[in-house]
């Protein structure tokens, strides 16, 4: 587990300088799958898994950065920031310190060290950790704070415009955003949001199925793509249709035929799931468990069958997962084709449960899956 004492002792070791700590959690979503980018709505939790940053001044210009994780260092001119990124793991790190620089901030050499236990490409937001422990790192050492929304806006920017990765908002908001034991159901229009107590008898067990997930590869920008085209058909009909969040399933029985099929479907689900997402946040809200676990079964089916974004592991995980005592609902979270499902369970059945799906997995493909029995935490903050 992330340990911000040892994070302090290494930054010390390696650059002989004194650290400001920061960390931000990464997140599990319980609902809203590629609606975040359609402006629609998204459950996310941060998750005690985490990215830790320690940042200390340097008077010779550069910006040298550490990551724990890769064991590698890199250094940059601070002055001549380049202005994309090169496919490196810095890329995440660097991209938020130059649209810092973009809005203006005036950036000086500094040291950092990040290290992180957030799982790396499963599909629970590594890198909007890392983006918003650095944002509050930097901005810490410029003087400046932004309001939670403004630095989720910041990093997702830093990662469509530098990274050039085309994700929603969803990872960073929630890493700047979350809260101890709650979910947090956001409309991604306005980023306007509503936390929901997730009951202290419920657990989040997140069930790794150990195959690679990346934003950045071409399936979520394909999907992306044929869903924005079903939202064009529609809006050259009726106008005032900018995004699928203000379509609704009547449009595609109006002018689906005119779709591609698979435009098609991924419309029909990113439309349902903006209704799924909505109602899940009310039956969380008024406690009723088992209908917020029927919604995630929905959006499983929906994501898998229409969007086609899961792969066989993660259905096979999902599958595994029903029937067995205390599960409330279980689907595959994130962006897809890999990475991890989310499954709310009975906190009293939380251990066999972890045991018995481990169990089901290995003897199916004979991979051992890491299973987690996990608890929403809070949002990014400075440690010390
Ligand atoms: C990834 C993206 F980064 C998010 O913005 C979101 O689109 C998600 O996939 C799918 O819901 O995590």
């Keep these: 587990m992330h340990d911000p004492a040892k994070l302090r002792t290494m930054h010390r070791d390696r650059f002989a300088a004194e650290p400001k700590t920061f960390v931000a959690p990464g997140r599990v979503n319980l609902i809203g799958e590629h609606t975040d980018y359609a402006e629609g709505f998204v459950m996310p939790a941060a ?6 940053a320690a940042i200390s001044p340097r008077t010779d210009g550069k910006i040298v950065i550490y990551s724990e994780n890769y064991g590698e260092e890199k250094s940059f001119d601070a002055s001549a920031l380049p202005k994309k990124g090169s496919g490196h793991w810095s890329d995440y790190p660097l991209g938020v310190v130059s649209i810092l620089a973009g809005e203006g901030h005036k950036i000086p050499g500094f040291s950092l060290t990040i290290w992180g236990d957030v799982p790396l490409g499963s599909g629970l937001s590594s890198s909007a950790a890392i983006e918003v422990a650095t944002a509050l790192a930097v901005l810490s050492l410029v003087g400046a704070s932004y309001p939670g929304p403004k630095l989720a806006r910041l990093c997702q920017r830093a990662e469509n415009e530098f990274v050039g990765s085309s994700c929603g908002i969803m990872d960073q908001f929630i890493s700047a955003n979350g809260k101890e034991n709650h979910a947090l159901l956001l409309d991604c229009r306005d980023l306007s949001f509503k936390l929901a107590p997730i009951p202290d ?15 950045a590869g071409g399936d979520y920008p394909t999907r992306r793509r044929e869903s924005e085209a079903a939202c064009a058909i529609i809006d050259s009909h009726r106008g005032n249709v900018p995004f699928l969040r203000d379509a609704t399933l009547e449009d595609l029985d109006k002018w689906g035929s005119e779709m591609a099929p698979k435009s098609l479907m991924r419309a ?20 009723d468990m088992k209908e917020l676990g029927r919604l995630m079964t929905e959006a499983h089916h929906s994501y898998s069958q229409d969007f086609e ?23 595959l979270t994130g962006g897809g084709f890999g990475g991890c499902t989310v499954n709310l369970v009975e906190q009293k059945d939380a251990e066999a449960f972890r045991h018995e799906l481990g169990r089901r997995y290995m003897a199916k493909f004979g991979i051992s899956p890491e299973i987690h029995i996990c608890h929403a935490s809070g949002g990014a903050h400075q440690i010390d």
């Design 47 to 52: 998750i005690n898994f985490a990215t830790l």
């Design 201 to 215: 008898h419920v657990a989040l067990v997140i069930a790794n199925t150990m195959v690679k997930h990346s934003v």
């Design 268 to 287: 029909r689900h990113v439309i349902s799931e903006n209704l799924r997402t909505v109602a899940a946040s009310e039956a969380l809200l008024r406690g």
């Design 309 to 331: 974004g899961s792969c066989v592991e993660a259905d096979a995980m999902v599958e595994f997962a029903q029937g067995l005592p205390g599960l409330i609902g279980a689907r």
